[in-house]
């Protein structure tokens, strides 16, 4: 199994931002491999220049942009068993 790094990129006061953290640490957990980082846009601006963030949430999976808003959840487990296989 290969190690999957999952980054939520949020700003503060944003409802959909804590719903997406809480929905992809509640599906990921006790998955194997993943680590889980919240990333706040406004203390890292830089990240939106980087991934052509335009929105929050945005769902950054081994260094690729995913999803922006909050992820359909079948969605997020094809993502990631794919990046499992590959």
């Known amino acids: ?5 999952i980054e939520i990129v949020t700003a ?12 992809i640490r509640g ?5 194997k491999g993943v680590t889980i980082k919240e990333i706040n846009l406004i203390e890292n601006p830089e990240i939106a220049v980087k991934y052509g963030i335009m ?15 909050i992820p359909d959840e079948d969605d997020l487990k094809k993502i990631i068993e ?5």
């Open 55 to 69: 929105s929050t949430p945005a769902i950054i999976i081994n260094h690729k942009l995913e999803f922006t808003g």
């Open 27 to 31: 599906l990921m957990k006790g998955v």
């Open 12 to 23: 503060q006061g944003c409802a959909k931002c804590e719903k997406a953290n809480e929905k």
């Open 82 to 86: 794919n990046k499992n296989e590959n």
């Open 1 to 5: 199994m290969k190690k999957i790094s």
